[in-house]
């Protein structure tokens, strides 16, 4: 108790509750490299507005943006989770 | 959604990929709660840096015996001679500077009464809540004749280090004209695909360099992981340097018979001018000492939060756990380890945590610039993680080879992302 009231004092967990990533999201990173020194040939998500990254998301999904992998994993997401992602990778500033 | 004020620190940092993101002041140190992690891989690893990342007060230790951690993917490049060793290795360093206590011992009991892990030494750690993620053992009597003695002779070379240097230097002795046997165990086992992409990048080498040489594959399953695309590259490819042996067509070896180097099955012997052995397994030897392990030899847990059905306030990641449809595969390991932490972190602020949603992806490489993929995205469903209908599956079948570049290319890139966030 003396802990999360502590805590809550310092504004910490609502701050690690917020970016606490939606379902899903944290997956990405294993591919799409959060660093950008990482040397990769995959695109990264970061810099990117959240409306292109639900798009994106969505035209792998339906095959319009053909794919190697994304196409199979869109398939997974429904569009109120992809839009979730897409906002979180959004913030990244 | 609000999401403001997320900086790319803050956001590294909750996924664990953070150098220095501290946030937040120090609390007063009684307070803080204490999470140790047993197992520096990509699963332990990944943990020990997600949880400390998302709440910097949180005392992280990471236990683990090996002050290099040799990384099994891409490990199959190297025994092809394609790859050195050294960039399969990774230090401890950088997650000793985000703020993680690495203890680099063996942990040898845990107390789950008095929740306190035992080191060598004598020395013991605390914890609120533990993380094991021991990878796998080999199970020394899951195969008549092959012992560890033996594996020094007739390697596995299913643990990345000195086993798959050991492997390479064989084949680089190999007389042009000698046969490669690699036996395969049935189900589950480390990396599903990994026997046949390592059996593929042997053939690359018997085919550029002892092309009188082939390879052949026992095996004690009728089918495998990515099996007609790699079947389909197989005839393309090396026609006439690797031939799949069935279970259905006596591939299942019974016993192995050090002395003369030879597999035996029920219908045959064959004998090796190199033998690579891929015996069957079970989870590592950390999830013994927490009592995490059921009798199949892998740890049974609940997939929300990862933590052991047999042991409570243990978490279990990575290869050694019962994850459903989710292979035991670096990627999976990674995925299951930050959704895990954030569990933790929920748990230890007393928030229930969300039902989550993970990634997997595997790529294989059948030849240098080659790659197959599968992907899969799974949930947890009446207790057990789930693939979600409809996603996932393996690359098309009979996909120009600019594809299969692509995804060799992305293969690549994978191996780059993943170690840079967790070791880098």
Redesign the interface.
Known sequence: M???V??AM????A??????????A??????????P??????PGL?GRSAAELASQMQAFKSGQRPS??MG??????SEA?AQ?IA???A??? | ?A??G???R??????G?ASVAQ???P??AQ???RVVVIGGGFAGATAAR?IKG??P?IGVSLVESNRTFTACPFSNLVIGGLRALPAQQFGYDKISASGIDVVFATATGVDAPARRVALEGGTSLAYDRLIVAPGIDIRWDGLPGYTEAVAAKMPHAWKAGEQTLLLRRQLEALEDGGVVVMSVPANPFRCPPGPYERASLIAHYLKTRKPKSKILILDAKDSFSKQRLFQEAWKELYPDHLEWVALSKGGRVTSIDAGTQTFITEFGEYKAAVANVIPPQKAGRAAFLADAVDQTGWCPIDPVTFESKRSPNVHIVGDATIAGGMPKSA?SA??QA??CA?AV??LL???TP????????CYSLVAPDYGI?V???Y?PVNGVLTD?P????V?PIEAPRA?RA??A??A???F???T??VF?
């Open positions: 003396r802990f999360l502590l805590a310092l504004l910490v967990p701050a690690a509750a917020r970016a606490e990533p939606p379902p899903g944290s997956s990405c990173s294993g591919c799409h490299a959060l660093r020194e990482v040397v990769t040939a995959v970061t190697t992998v199979r994993i869109a398939k997974g997401f989770e979730a906002e979180w990778y913030a990244v500033k | 959604m999401r403001l997320l900086n790319r803050q956001v590294l940092a909750s996924l990929a946030i937040g002041a609390a007063c307070a803080a709660p997600a998302a709440d007060r990627f990674n995925a930050k959704v954030a972190v929920d602020a007393g928030r969300a039902q989550p949603k993970l990634i997997n992806t993929s992907a899969g995205v949930e979600v409809g996603a996932g599956g690359s594809e692509q995804e290319l992305f690549e890139g994978w780059n992302t993943i840079a966030e880098g």
